[in-house]
């Protein structure tokens, strides 16, 4: 490979060019500036604050909400979280929620890029056709009726192996996004591969996951934000308890405790959140380029 | 909203595919197992989309016209257009009818305000202001808690006894049931809708603004241009593109969306949409199941008519613009 490295024009970054000052690029009067300023903290101030006031209140003593509900929290009340994971019963659900999550969206995510891979190059025939369909489930009518009446008829009703075949299946927008980032991958990859004699799945395993990372990572959060949510799909199909999802808990949970337990009720709230924030803060380089880029493209 | 938040712009990827479909030789078609690996690679995705996604949604069209229900083992029959008549037909015609409404002004006013919204932020955080960055990101974690965690954070916000929001309106001696309202609930849910989404629509038009090259705004500034018209004759129709994504994404997505009412006020009179509908028909008390699917088809049938109307409408102004 030889880059062709420009040659530099000489241009002073600073100072006066010929002897006259240079001029501010954009004159911008600082008022502007302000009132730029203010209308971002007050539309930040927005999301922030309902956010960060469940952790208030997870944060108080039971004493100190009832003559303060709303003011900063004085103490630190851990023992709110504890008592929330044993009423909630947290523990179970949460292992519930993140085998399903976990599996359902490793799986559903490395079904979309074999399905992706091939459709972007157009290896195989009906290539387009395929694309098609992908785009054409995102208007399709809602399947809540039919989806169960197949579950029931295949006797998988209630079970995890059921729940998580719909959950997998629900690959959405999964393989636009990869194919549409896929483009950006040279063919001439695959030919050199090829003619070295890489096999199909080892070029994919090999080369296309790894240059794919961000567009994979995407495609895996918003799979696991959609199974860690789907509030309806587990009342529709897990109706023992111990195949319940943490959400079903947490929205039990407001059912039981809504009216009074608040306290406990936010810290169950952000029992539900971490799992996803922690996922959020770590991949947040690759997430938000990777779930926008696909939509423009 | 199931974060199923995204979409792919349609004519860019049918144009992609085009493109690549044409004469692309598989380089690792040498051997036998390089002919049909890609095919064993697309087989179980695919199979388990058809399976079910493709064919239920078929099904829902036949499933209209039955009886079914979803308990186990019940006789079913073919009613014909009955579960339809029943939908538009005498008794209960003004109730499903205030439903289709809530449905269109739920669709309506969360595109045109969560748009206009999307993008004033979106020009708001570019770059130019210090923290966009991190501005950008704590307005898009909604998308990342999804439905249950803001769906709760907001009930607990608007509690009427001891919520911040109460809270507000005791300063101004007033006092309101908030989301137990009937009148103020349903607006409540528009406005949650709105919040949740705004992060990510903000984020497809700051990429769309990322890409216009900064020399047309310089050359409308040294033309003279105001702030205004810089954003009117610059800005708007060069993120047409990103628009057009963005307006598709919301229609589509508010005129599906249940889940949040669900968490919210759960199914009630003053706040169902057709997608609650579905649900609490088809999944409540009785659970008429084909009645249920009839109502499915009839949002199919709103939510195509309204999508084709907007789509033909975008790119007829995007090739002006």
Same mark, same amino acid.
């Given at each position: ?174 393989? *636009? ?121 | ?214 020399? *047309? ?96 409408? *975008? ?7």
């Amino acid at each position: 490979m030889t880059t062709v490295v420009e040659p530099r024009t000489e241009r002073p970054k600073k100072g006066p060019v010929n002897g006259a000052p240079i001029k501010a690029r954009r004159y911008r009067p600082s008022g502007w500036r302000a009132v730029n300023y203010l209308l971002a903290l007050g539309l930040v101030s927005l999301y922030l604050f309902p956010l960060l006031f469940p952790c208030n209140r997870a944060l108080k003593e039971p004493a100190e909400f009832v003559k303060n509900p709303s003011g900063i929290t004085q103490g630190v009340a851990l023992h709110n979280f504890l008592d929330a994971w044993q009423a909630g019963g947290f523990g179970a659900l949460l292992l519930n929620s993140v085998v399903y999550a976990f599996v359902c969206a490793t799986l559903g995510t490395f079904l979309s890029l074999l399905i992706a891979f091939p459709v972007a190059r157009g290896y195989v025939r009906w290539s387009r056709t395929i694309g098609v369909l992908f785009v054409l489930a995102l208007f399709l009518p809602n399947v809540l009726v039919t989806q169960f009446q197949l579950i029931l008829q295949l006797g998988l009703y209630n079970s995890r192996l059921g729940y998580m075949l719909l959950l997998t299946s629900g690959l959405g927008v999964g393989p *636009l996004l990869i194919i549409s980032y896929l483009r950006s991958l040279p063919k001439e990859l695959d030919e050199a591969a090829a003619m070295d004699g890489c096999g199909y799945f080892r070029f994919i395993w090999t080369f296309v996951v790894p240059l794919c990372k961000p567009v994979l990572t995407t495609v895996f959060i918003l799979q696991t934000i959609a199974i860690w949510n789907d509030i309806i799909g587990a009342t529709i199909y897990l109706s023992s308890p111990a195949l319940k999802t943490i959400s079903q808990g947490l929205f039990a949970f407001q059912g039981q405790n809504g009216n009074n337990q608040w306290a406990l009720l936010s810290a169950a709230t952000l029992i539900v959140a971490a799992p996803l924030i922690i996922v959020y803060l770590v991949f947040q380089r690759f997430f938000i380029s990777g779930a926008v880029d696909g939509a423009i493209k | 909203m199931q974060l199923s938040p995204g979409a792919t712009a349609p004519r860019s990827l049918s144009r992609d595919l085009k493109r690549k479909a044409t004469g692309n030789i598989n380089p690792f078609a040498f051997s036998r197992r390089g002919r049909v690996a890609p095919w064993i690679g697309i087989a179980p995705g695919l199979l388990l989309f058809i399976i079910f996604a493709l064919v239920p949604a078929i099904g829902i069209a036949f499933l209209s016209f039955t009886n079914i229900s979803g308990i186990p083992n019940v006789p079913w029959q073919w009613t014909g257009l009955e579960n339809y008549v029943r939908f538009f037909g005498s008794g209960s015609s003004a109730a499903n009818l205030a439903v289709v409404f809530r449905t269109l002004v739920f669709g309506f006013s969360v595109t045109v305000i969560l748009n206009i919204f999307a993008l004033l932020s979106a020009i708001l955080l570019k770059n130019n202001i210090w923290g966009a960055t991190v501005f950008r990101a704590i307005i898009f974690m909604p998308v990342v808690l999804g439905v249950t965690v803001v769906g709760l954070i907001w009930s607990l916000f608007f509690n009427p006894t001891g919520g911040p929001a109460a809270s507000l309106w005791a300063m101004f001696d007033s006092s309101s049931a908030f989301l137990g309202d009937p009148r103020l609930a349903f607006s409540l849910i528009i406005f949650v809708q709105i919040w949740m989404s705004l992060g990510y629509s903000m984020m497809i038009y700051h990429a769309g603004l990322m890409v216009i090259p900064s020399d *047309l705004y310089e050359a409308a500034t040294v033309d003279g241009a105001t702030a205004f018209q810089r954003f009117r004759h610059v800005t708007v129709p060069m993120i047409a593109p990103a628009t057009t994504v963005n307006v598709l994404i919301s229609i589509v997505g508010s005129l599906q969306t249940y889940q949040i009412i669900f968490v919210l006020t759960g199914n009630r009179p003053t706040t169902s949409v057709l997608a609650m509908q579905i649900f609490s028909v088809g999944f409540g008390g009785a659970s008429e199941q084909g009645y249920a699917s009839a109502i499915s088809m009839i949002q199919f049938v709103l939510i195509s008519f309204i999508t084709l109307v907007a789509l033909r409408y *975008l790119r007829k102004k995007e090739t002006q613009l």
